[in-house]
């Protein structure tokens, strides 16, 4: 157990439907992150929060957002869902945002975009 | 595009064997993570090398990073079922806080 909650783990959805993935870092850990897992692109990046402000942003579509909370838990808001949207997210949090520190990820949340 | 390139992509080995990953950068790195991801799991931090030229071992495993910090390797030695899952290097630009991760090594062991 990484320390890492990741909720929903599964979802179901629709194309053209709207979605919220959550997350709660470790106990202590400033920064998170958001990853995207395909079969074929394997983890692509897509953004990071430190402390409440976003601090590096990756591969992230238009259609997607994120915010970071006071009490430091994320939300990835996934709109106007694809086929191709479905994957599985990851996130993931560590003590401080800059290089060096290990990142310690959740289990993920697998979305089905039918 | 991915900040590093990992090959092979795909690592068959036989049990016992060693094998190794290699990890490669056009650019110098500030450090190297290197991550085991389960089949069906999450990846899972394995080791951090940040000095140019440094080694760092784990049990059957070896950890190298290159001496002009532009490339690494997982050193794999007797292969055990255990080791099946996909390896992932990463790592981070000097310019940002983006942590890239390359494509990973699939590897399969047969018994």
């Known amino acids: 157990d990484s320390g890492v909650t990741q909720t929903p783990k599964h979802l179901i959805t629709a194309t053209g439907q709207r979605v919220t993935l959550r997350c709660s870092p470790r106990?202590?850990?400033?920064?998170v992150y958001w990853y995207q897992q395909s079969l074929d692109q394997g983890l692509q990046f897509l953004i990071q929060?430190?402390?409440?402000?976003?601090?590096a942003k990756g591969n992230i579509l238009e259609r997607f957002s994120a915010q970071q909370f006071p009490d430091l838990h994320s939300e990835l808001n996934l709109s106007s869902l694809e086929l191709g949207d479905s994957a599985l997210y990851f996130c993931?949090?560590?003590?401080?945002?800059?290089?060096?520190?290990?990142?310690?990820f959740g289990e993920g949340s697998w979305l089905t975009v039918v | 595009g991915q900040q590093v390139m990992q090959i092979p992509q795909y690592q068959h080995v036989q049990e016992g064997e060693d094998f190794t990953t290699y990890c490669n950068s056009s650019?110098?790195?500030?450090?190297i993570q290197w991550y085991k991801q389960r089949p069906g799991g999450h990846p899972v931090f394995l080791i951090q090398?940040?000095?140019?030229?440094e080694v760092k071992k784990q049990k059957r495993l070896t950890f190298q990073f290159g001496e002009a910090k532009k490339n690494s390797s997982l050193h794999i030695t007797a292969t055990q079922t255990t080791d099946v899952g996909t390896y992932f290097c990463?790592?981070?630009?000097?310019?940002?806080?983006?942590?890239?991760f390359g494509a990973g090594t699939t590897v399969t062991v047969r018994a």
């Open positions: 993931a949090s560590s003590v401080e945002g800059a290089g060096g520190n290990t990142i310690y």
């Open positions: 106990s202590g850990d400033l920064s």
């Open positions: 929060y430190y402390n409440g402000e976003e601090r």
């Open positions: 650019t110098t790195l500030s450090n």
């Open positions: 090398l940040v000095k140019s030229g």
């Open positions: 990463a790592s981070i630009r000097s310019n940002d806080y983006k942590l890239s």
